[in-house]
């Protein structure tokens, strides 16, 4: 399965910090849990990649229209 591969999948995001200092994104969905901790300093590079992808989806959401 690639980026742009449809699927019927659901699952629940969650990000806050942890108390040993870390930013975490649990995964959960359809009996599979994934914690994935970052520093803060990767956590802001993940937040600057989803801006960037956030960005570049909102225009090729205009041109489609």
Do not use: C, H, W
């Not at 990000?15 to 200092?21: E, K």
């Not at 994104?25 to 803060?40: A, T, V």
Request: glycine share 10%; aromatic share 4%.
């Amino acid at each position: 399965m690639g980026i742009n591969d449809e699927s019927d999948l659901s699952a629940n995001l969650q990000i806050g910090p942890t108390d040993a200092g870390m930013v975490r994104l649990y995964i959960e969905g359809d009996g599979i849990e994934i914690p994935m901790d970052f520093d803060p300093d990767e956590a802001l590079e993940i937040a600057e990649e989803l801006r960037a992808a956030a960005a570049i989806a909102r225009k090729a959401g205009k041109a489609r229209r």
